[in-house]
């Protein structure tokens, strides 16, 4: 659901950014970048639309144009689209770069926002060093390249939008696409774990934890291994104790919800290794769950793996009362997947990186009604 008024903590943010924007594209600068950097379930996607819309509103001399680019896993350039379409309310327009952008245009139109997935985009093969995504390569309707060079030539203003920035260093590609093809004027860089090193960047916009905290928009902490020792079971390995604390804890959820007559089914995930090891974790997890009536088959467990992919369809999984409870996974929803019905994180894996850890327990903060 769009979060219709921006809280206190994300007007300070849009003015912030509305402020140094401003100041950075009156500057003879190359790479002007601005590092916007918010915690997981804050509002990103809000605040960053309701900055376009201001900067349009503020800068009427200025000719604009916006490029969003989002990595690719989970569809969520497409999840960003109909989010910034629900925001924007009719103005300005927002396309999907691969349906309106398909050889027929010839240049992006002033206050328009495109959005893309920068890993389709600056994918090339390894051996030929050729694009491998049709939008880039040499046809006889416009590609991107093109397309980029005569928004440039109709004296466009490009200010691009790199979402969930800590994802675009694992293409090395990610570089030339906006070094050497886009040159945009401004580039904000927007992640709750940006990456950028003082001095990579000019600018920086913060949005404490605490701030959105304080707003109800996610947890106030996150307890690990709540009353797991009081399962009392001497024939349990640690792995059924795990689970069976994570299914009891997700069955009390759901009870207090039913009593304060909330509609929102509390969903747990869990987080399998992605060597040989996962498959055998995944079979514990299912036949673990079936004997507690939750199957694929009934609709109660979903799987979001490359290999297999049941009950998570787009925009359905993540409804409050969706009847999915337990979700199986490797790493597809680490970054920008939004559930906020999604409660708790059983883990069967060990996480080596703090980037991808915070990410991946970022899925878990986001409250449901946007309040405590």
Known sequence: MAIKELRKYQTEAVDDLIYKSKRLLNKNLDKRTIVFQSPTGSGKTFMMSQYIKQLIEEMKDTDFCFLWLSPGKGSLHKQSQQSLKIEFEGFPDVYLLEEEFFGSRRAIAKNEVVVGNWEKLSNKDSQTGEWKNILMKDKETVNFRELIQGTKENNLKIILII?????????????????????????????????????????????????????????????????????????????ELIMEAAYRKRLELKKLYIKNEIDINPLALIQIPVSEAGEEKKSFIESFLAEKGITKDNGKLAVWLNEEKRNQEEGILTKNNNEVEFLIFKQAIDTGWDCPRAQILVRFREIKSLVFEIQTVGRILRMPEAKH
């Open 163 to 239: 979402d969930e920035s800590h994802s675009r260093y694992k293409a090395e590609r990610a570089f030339e696409l906006r070094e050497s093809i886009i040159t945009p004027d401004l580039t904000i860089e927007m992640s709750a774990t940006p990456i950028l090193k003082e001095g990579e960047y000019n600018e920086r916009v913060t949005v404490k934890p605490n701030d959105v905290i304080e707003q109800g928009m996610i947890k106030k902490e996150i307890i690990i291994n709540e009353n797991i020792d009081k399962i009392d079971d001497d024939e349990s390995t640690s792995q």
